[in-house]
């Protein structure tokens, strides 16, 4: 019977050690299809959100795809010490989405900073920093604001949080 016992909590300890060591996902896992290599349509009309914002949008949709098939991601200051960004369908020159937050461009208690690795041949978008507004987990459980590395899934609407790693 302990033997029984002890050879469960072996395996069992061995199955939660795995799953703390999986290695993070990768861009290769989230491939995006075939790349759009047409030109890049013009901005679609949309509300103002300030004009360097804007300016920054209209920058960004005369760039070539850099993420997920056929969008153009792109970042700058917001605002607060904030960065935020938005996807842009270079095929229809829509705004698509905003980051899943805005994050603080510096981290004073850990001297970190923002930053942010996509692919034009992956739908995997990892952001690092702080995020300024609360966030939940992959389970929708709140977690605290402090540094930590983000793994999205964008599916060419929304952004899915999919692994998340604390500092």
């Known amino acids: 019977?302990?033997?029984k016992?002890?050879?469960?909590?072996?395996?069992?300890?061995?199955?939660?050690?795995?799953?703390?060591?999986?290695?993070?996902?990768?861009?290769?896992?989230y491939d995006a299809g075939t790349l759009y290599k047409g030109a890049?349509?013009?901005?679609?009309?949309?509300?103002?959100?300030?004009?360097?914002?804007?300016?920054l949008r209209n920058?960004?949709?005369k760039k070539a795809v850099n993420f997920a098939g056929h969008?153009?991601?792109?970042?700058g200051e917001c605002g607060g010490g904030s960065i935020c960004g938005e996807v842009i369908?270079?095929?229809t020159g829509e705004v698509v989405?905003?980051?899943?937050?805005?994050?603080?461009?510096d981290d004073e208690e850990t001297e970190e900073s923002f930053d942010i690795d996509f692919?034009?041949?992956?739908?995997?978008?990892?952001?690092?920093?702080?995020?300024?507004?609360?966030?939940v987990d992959a389970n929708n459980n709140k977690v605290s604001r402090k540094y930590r590395t983000r793994y999205y899934e964008f599916d060419g609407k929304e952004f899915h949080l999919v692994a998340s790693e604390d500092r």
Not at 8 to 28: G, M, V
Not at 71 to 75: D, G, K, P, S, V
Request: net charge positive.
């Open 89 to 91: 369908d270079a095929k």
């Open 119 to 135: 692919r034009a041949n992956s739908r995997l978008v990892v952001i690092m920093g702080v995020a300024q507004n609360r966030e």
């Open 40 to 55: 890049s349509h013009p901005l679609a009309k949309i509300d103002t959100a300030g004009q360097r914002w804007d300016e």
């Open 59 to 61: 920058n960004a949709a």
């Open 1 to 3: 019977m302990l033997g």
């Open 71 to 75: 969008y153009i991601l792109f970042t």
């Open 97 to 105: 989405r905003s980051l899943p937050n805005a994050y603080k461009a």
């Open 5 to 29: 016992f002890l050879s469960k909590t072996l395996l069992l300890l061995c199955f939660i050690s795995a799953l703390a060591f999986a290695a993070p996902p990768s861009f290769s896992e």
